[in-house]
T-cell receptor, first 114, second 115 residues
Framework: DGGITQSPKYLFRKEGQNVTLSCEQNLNHDAMYWYRQDPGQGLRLIYYSQIVNDFQKGDIAEGYSVSREKKESFPLTVTSAQKNPTAFYLC?????????????FGNGTRLTVT | AQSVTQLGSHVSVSEGALVLLRCNYSSSVPPYLFWYVQYPNQGLQLLLKYTTGATLVKGINGFEAEFKKSETSFHLTKPSAHMSDAAEYFCAVSDRSGNTGKLIFGQGTTLQVKP
């Protein structure tokens, strides 16, 4: 079955540590996205990539970094500079990255930093 | 800039009753609009989308939405609620001006279905 795999489902880290969230897709989609979800705030865009080796900042990129070395992979690193990293992180992809293409989502990673 | 407002963070209906979830958008260009559903601790699943053409859009699980340009609305409806419809629902507008595929989401509406 084609889809988006996010791992791990739950992640716990101590404050001050960097952590990398994995996102892999086998849909052969060109574009990939990272969103952060907090209760009552909807989803906010962190980074996105429309082609391999290129990515753009979203609305809340500070404290995060990404890479897009392969079409199927778009890992997100939450750095120690991110002030409030505890959240639910969702990875998504779309066929072309065009405005009419719906996003397909993974099942998310819940990150807790203490 | 584009934005989405979902009226009502929580909506409660009885099983078998009409479901109406409200969404209003702001966009300087003709919008592409989407509704997604999220079950607890899961990702989002596309219910339906409007791009061009017919303004009444049918989606999965018996849901439909009507695009009303004059009211800048895209409300989601279902004639008869099932217990399995209990979830969080998100309305979103696409970034057409940049054609990046980015979606701007509303804050979500939690639907409770009472037996």
């Amino acid at each position: 079955d084609g889809g988006i795999t996010q791992s791990p489902k739950y992640l716990f880290r101590k404050e001050g540590q960097n952590v990398t969230l994995s996102c892999e897709q086998n849909l052969n989609h060109d574009a990939m996205y990272w969103y952060r979800q907090d209760p009552g705030q909807g989803l906010r865009l962190i980074y996105y990539s429309q082609i391999v080796n290129d990515f753009q900042k979203g609305d809340i990129a500070e404290g995060y970094s990404v890479s897009r070395e392969k079409k199927e992979s778009f890992p997100l690193t939450v750095t120690s500079a991110q002030k409030n990293p505890t959240a639910f992180y969702l990875c998504a992809s779309s066929t072309t990255g065009g405005a009419s293409s719906p996003l397909h989502f993974g099942n998310g990673t819940r990150l807790t930093v203490t | 800039a584009q934005s989405v407002t979902q009226l009502g963070s929580h909506v409660s209906v009885s099983e078998g009753a009409l479901v109406l979830l409200r969404c209003n958008y702001s966009s300087s260009v003709p919008p592409y609009l989407f509704w997604y559903v999220q079950y607890p601790n899961q990702g989002l699943q596309l219910l339906l989308k409007y791009t061009t053409g017919a303004t009444l859009v049918k989606g999965i699980n018996g849901f439909e939405a009507e695009f009303k340009k004059s009211e800048t609305s895209f409300h989601l409806t279902k004639p008869s609620a099932h217990m399995s419809d209990a979830a969080e629902y998100f309305c979103a507008v696409s970034d057409r001006s940049g054609n990046t595929g980015k979606l701007i989401f509303g804050q979500g509406t939690t639907l409770q279905v009472k037996p």
